[in-house]
Nanobody, 120 residues
C-alpha cells in the first residue's frame, strides 16, 4: 500500500507563491503517474497537474503558466511550485499516485491533503 505525505500548504496573499512537496513511500517510477489534485469546498476533486512515468506532464487549463510540477526520483518526491496564486486556488491539495490494479485498470491512491488558502 503506497503512502503519500504532503507538506507546504498555508495561507498566502493573492499574487504570492507556495511550494508543495509530496514524499512517496516507494519509488515513484513504479507508478504510471503521480500528481496533484485539489478540492475546494462544495466542489469535486480536480486534477491540477500530473507527471507520467515517461516524463510527460499534464496541467489543468486553470493553472497553466502559474504552476509547475516536478519530481525527484532519488527522493521519491513530487513537487508543485505555485506562482501568482489567486483566491480561486484556495482548496485542499492532494498528492496522488496512479496504482495499477489486478484487472489492468489504475486507481488513485491519495495523501491526506494540505490546505492552501489564498486571501488578502
Amino acid at each position: 500500500q503506497v503512502q503519500l505525505v504532503e507538506s507546504g500548504g498555508g495561507l498566502v496573499q493573492p499574487g504570492g507563491s507556495l511550494r508543495l512537496s509530496c514524499v512517496v513511500s516507494d519509488s515513484i517510477l513504479l507508478y504510471p503517474a503521480v500528481g496533484w489534485y485539489r478540492q475546494a469546498p462544495g466542489k469535486q476533486r480536480e486534477l491540477v497537474a500530473e507527471i507520467l512515468r515517461v516524463g510527460s506532464i499534464n496541467y489543468s487549463d486553470s493553472v497553466k503558466g502559474r504552476m509547475t510540477i516536478s519530481r525527484d526520483n532519488a527522493k521519491n518526491s513530487v513537487y508543485l511550485q505555485m506562482e501568482d496564486l489567486k483566491p480561486e486556488d484556495t482548496a485542499v491539495y492532494f498528492c496522488s499516485a496512479k496504482v495499477p490494479q489486478w484487472d489492468g485498470r489504475v486507481a488513485n491512491s491519495w495523501g491526506q491533503g494540505t490546505q492552501v488558502t489564498v486571501s488578502p
